[in-house]
């Protein structure tokens, strides 16, 4: 029962990490390699992840928890997990907070 009580108080509760979580890039790169798409091989495709993987241990403390959290459950979903996509997920969190909020939508002189 207690640990129903934060869902029912709409608390949020997120899991922060001190480093990024280990992802199985074996099967994706297999699948790359497979497609044979513009002559993708295995081992570029893991040179790739693990050039990701290193640049997610250098950087990941920049990134909020939040961020960390969603881009952690997007890139476990629907398919093999990434490096490359975890990376470029949480890059573009943070490229998207230094967006200007111009809502270009809203009528002149309106205060929606």
Partial sequence: MMTLIPM?????????SD???NLNVDSSCAAAAQSGV???TKDACM???NAA???LKQKWK???GTEQSRCAGL??????ASYVELLTC????QQAKKIPDNDALKPAGSRM
Avoid: H
Avoid at 8 to 16: A, C, K, N, R
């Fill in 8 to 16: 029912l108080l709409g608390v949020q509760l997120i899991l922060v």
């Fill in 47 to 49: 040179s790739e992840e």
């Fill in 38 to 40: 513009n002559g993708r």
């Fill in 75 to 80: 890139v476990r979903t629907g398919g093999p």
């Fill in 53 to 55: 993987r290193d640049t």
């Fill in 19 to 21: 480093r990024p979580p």
């Fill in 62 to 64: 920049d990134f909020t």
């Fill in 90 to 93: 949480l890059e573009m969190a």
